[in-house]
């Protein structure tokens, strides 16, 4: 089991940049595919990015693409996403998440239903 937990979220203009971590707790943080979810007010929780075990592949919603960047640092247990050009619609609670088991593609990467695990959010919010 793996215990995650989300740093980082703020205010910020539009137009700024945001980098939020995910910090895991156990030593098999390197086994798990990771990804990060945010959910604005009244909506869906939707996929943001998603990075596979090694780091050597991610996946990135439509909407972010160019704008963010998830990494991972095994050696520090942590997952990154780096957030620039902010809009106000990115303005949501971010989660991370976690999958222990393995599958590949757009599709597995970013359903919500493969991850296994999750913090409880980083608030972001972009003023106009």
């Known amino acids: 089991q793996v215990q995650l937990v989300e740093s980082g979220g703020g205010l910020v203009q539009a137009g700024g940049s945001l980098r939020l971590s995910c910090a895991a707790s156990?030593?098999?943080?390197?086994?798990?595919?990771m990804g990060w979810f945010r959910q604005a007010p009244g909506k869906e929780r939707e996929f943001v990015a998603a990075?596979?075990?090694?780091?050597?592949?991610?996946y990135y919603a439509e909407s972010v693409k160019g704008r963010f960047t998830i990494s991972r640092d095994n050696a520090k247990n942590t997952a990154y996403l780096q957030m620039n050009s902010l809009k106000p619609e990115d303005t949501a609670v971010y989660y991370c998440?976690?999958?222990?088991?393995?599958?590949?593609?757009?599709?597995?990467?970013?359903?919500?239903?493969?991850?296994?695990?999750w913090g409880q959010g980083t608030q972001v919010t972009v003023s106009s």
């Open positions: 156990g030593r098999t943080f390197s086994t798990y595919a």
């Open positions: 998440a976690a999958d222990p088991d393995y599958c590949s593609g757009y599709g597995c990467r970013a359903a919500q239903i493969s991850y296994d695990y």
């Open positions: 990075i596979i075990r090694s780091g050597s592949i991610t």
